[in-house]
């Protein structure tokens, strides 16, 4: 500690901070990137393990080998989905068939209405919001072992006829459910209870069930009183099945705001997946031949394999319902099937006797899944990164802001040091005096501090007012202008968006006192106190969501380093452009665009746009409706965290030069 209170030692880490900060900071924000995606090399990355030997997996032979009950019940209710009125779940037709199978039988209905829904006008009387309601259908396995003291839940989404052409069928899903069920219903080694669940539309339908059984209050879903409950969930296993014959079926794992399972779940799904013979994908893409793993083909196939997991898991929405039960600390993932009409298909057999192999090694926990990682990345089905690895490489990438800060810091107080040697430049040719001057070379520097804090107090202050507009003026007003609530919630943001834009340039002081020094050292501490503030937050960021954190830090750091007052228009033209582009709603469609065009094949660059520019809007209006029921946190952070940094630097830019 001597070393850093000594002013010898702060003058000579000073000087190097501000003479070598630019060439160390380019450095290591190249550093950082190649690093990363380096970590996607097979030599680089750790082979997947099991940490918890009770799983014992693949240790039993399975025995499930009932395919004709499998399609006997899809057949049947794609018959009964036809006739039930408005795509409806067929609740009478599901509790009737876990009746037979001998569980206990229950149903749960609810309704969902929030602040962001559309209205219904009608001519007979006052506009009304629409609702969702829905229906939950679940039956219960009783352990013959022990008291019901924890659970399993098997997981099947139920989609209607209109459904099944935006997202595939389910139907096999189901039927494959309740052929288990039946297989199960024969067996006394179960100690855990095991839930069979289908739910009506999705993701509601999953958080309604989850906040009855945990007796959790929700401000916008409002269920019946939930009669049969089961024990503590162990473990989940959300099931997408469209056809008896599959080609791969792929392993979903992301959860909301970047949460994602126990690692040892992921691996018991994809061993079991391969000791039965179905090929198993991971981001819907298969592993790398092993012949080229030290190749560059295969470090290119695995890089965009761990792109495709960070977006994925940058994006704060869950891959599928199993998502939901992440945050009530349920490890859960989904297993999704893909169709196939080649004669090589794999029967749906095989994916009854991995859902079996799975059960069972859950069945046979003593505690919840604890000791392998929850903060990994996976660049394939076989290879890991764990946070110990990503977090250095993001280390790299943090040092620039936090360099360039501390830089400005020090310039900040040089310009005041400035400024009070030309005072008593004027004070010794009047009086002659000597130790005056060292007097106020002893002196710490005055650095402008009122005149920066009411700035981010203000950038805050916007932030705050950002957060809430969606919910206390957007919905008020977008119905007036016959807007629908995407629409208008898009608008009202991108309005307020324009509005912050303008404040610095219309709230500029026309007070023309201060000096050049004085102003520049107003810019320099104000620039200084919102790249540390960038470092800082991002680095928060990255403990809850990795890859959100990466991706805003590689595309925002270039621009925030660079941008500073000019007195050439045409310069503050042009980084207004470029934070305009870094800006929450221009990262939002940079992601969307570079995603869409690496997933998905568009004859023409414009089509790409426009899908991009729909896509945006829905991520907003997601965003904003998904705080409220799932209660993510990604609108909360664009507000409150990135938008008001962004803001600072966009004063940064507009702050008047004499």
């Not at 039993?60 to 004709?68: A, K, L, N, P």
């Not at 943001?493 to 404040?503: D, H, S």
């Not at 665009?593 to 997933?599: F, G, K, P, R």
Request: charged share 15%; with cysteine; proline share 4%.
């Amino acid at each position: 500690m001597g070393l850093l209170t000594d002013p010898k030692t702060q003058a000579t880490v000073s000087r190097l901070i501000s003479k070598y900060y630019a060439v160390v900071s380019i450095f290591f924000y190249i550093i950082g990137i190649i690093y990363m995606l380096s970590l996607a090399h097979y030599p680089l990355s750790a082979g997947t393990y099991f940490s918890e030997n009770a799983l014992l997996p693949a240790l039993v032979e399975r025995e499930y080998h009932s395919e004709t009950d499998t399609r006997t019940y899809a057949n049947e209710l794609r018959e009964v989905a036809r006739g039930t009125p408005k795509g409806a779940i067929p609740e009478q037709w599901l509790y009737s068939k876990f009746r037979e199978l001998g569980l206990d039988v229950y149903s749960q209905n609810y309704t969902v209405s929030h602040p962001f829904m559309e209205t219904v006008t009608s001519k007979k009387g006052p506009s009304k919001t629409k609702v969702i309601t829905g229906t939950n259908v679940y039956g219960i396995l009783r352990a013959p072992r022990l008291a019901g003291t924890e659970a399993i839940v098997l997981t099947v989404p139920y989609r209607s006829l209109k459904q099944v052409a935006t997202f595939g069928s389910t139907n096999h899903g189901i039927g494959l459910m309740l052929s288990l069920a039946s297989y199960f219903r024969r067996h006394t080694y179960w100690s855990k209870d095991i839930i069979f669940l289908v739910v009506e539309h999705e993701e509601i339908g999953m958080r309604a069930w989850l906040e009855s059984y945990h007796d959790t209050k929700s401000s916008y879903i409002t269920s019946s009183l939930m009669s049969g409950r089961s024990g503590s969930v162990m473990g989940a296993i959300n099931l997408e099945l469209g056809s008896d014959s599959l080609d791969h079926i792929d392993i979903m794992i992301e959860g909301p705001n970047g949460q994602l399972p126990n690692l040892d779940l992921f691996n018991l799904a994809v061993r079991l997946c391969k000791r039965e013979g179905i090929a198993v994908t991971f981001q819907n893409r298969q592993d790398a031949l092993q012949a080229q793993w030290l190749r560059y083909d295969g470090f290119k196939h695995s890089m965009k394999t761990m792109l495709l997991n960070m977006a994925h898991q940058a994006s704060g929405k869950p891959s599928g319902i199993h998502g939901l039960f992440l945050q009530y600390h349920i490890e859960a993932l989904t297993l999704k099937g893909y169709p196939s009409q080649s004669r090589r298909a794999q029967s749906i057999v095989s994916v009854g006797r991995v859902l079996e192999g799975m059960t069972r090694s859950i069945n046979n926990l003593l505690e919840r899944l604890h000791q392998s990682f929850f903060f990994y990345i996976l660049p394939s089905t076989e290879r890991y990164i764990s946070i110990g690895l990503y977090m250095p490489p993001f280390g790299l990438l943090m040092v620039v802001p936090i360099l360039h800060g501390l830089a400005l810091w020090i310039a900040s107080g040089k310009v005041e040091d400035d400024q009070e040697g030309e005072k008593v430049g004027e004070s010794d040719e009047k009086h002659s005096d000597e130790k005056k001057d060292s007097q106020v070379e002893a002196e710490p520097p005055q650095r402008p501090f009122s005149l920066v804090i009411p700035l981010m107090i203000g950038a805050f202050v916007t932030g705050v007012l950002l957060f809430y507009c969606p919910q206390y003026f957007i919905t008020r007003y977008s119905a007036a202008f016959g807007l629908k609530p995407n629409e208008g919630i898009t608008i009202g943001l991108l309005a307020f968006l324009v509005g912050c834009i303008f404040l610095p340039y219309l709230g500029r002081s026309k007070n023309q006192q201060s000096t050049d020094l004085s102003s520049k050292a107003e810019w320099q501490l104000l620039k200084s106190f919102a790249l540390i503030w960038q470092g800082v937050s991002l680095s928060a960021i990255a403990m809850m969501n990795f890859s959100l954190a990466f991706f805003i830090a590689v595309v925002t750091i270039p621009v925030y380093t660079i941008v500073r007052p000019s007195k050439k228009r045409i310069f503050r033209i042009i980084q207004s452009a470029l934070l305009v582009l870094v800006s929450p709603y221009g990262l939002v469609l940079i992601g969307i665009l570079i995603y869409q065009a690496n997933t998905i094949n568009y004859d023409s660059y414009g089509q790409l746009l426009l899908d991009t520019l729909f896509a945006a809007q829905d991520a907003m209006y997601n965003s904003v409706v998904d705080r409220c029921l799932y209660g993510s946190w990604s609108y909360g952070l664009a507000t409150l965290v990135v938008f008001p940094n962004w803001m600072l630097f966009w004063m940064v830019v507009w702050r008047k030069q004499q």
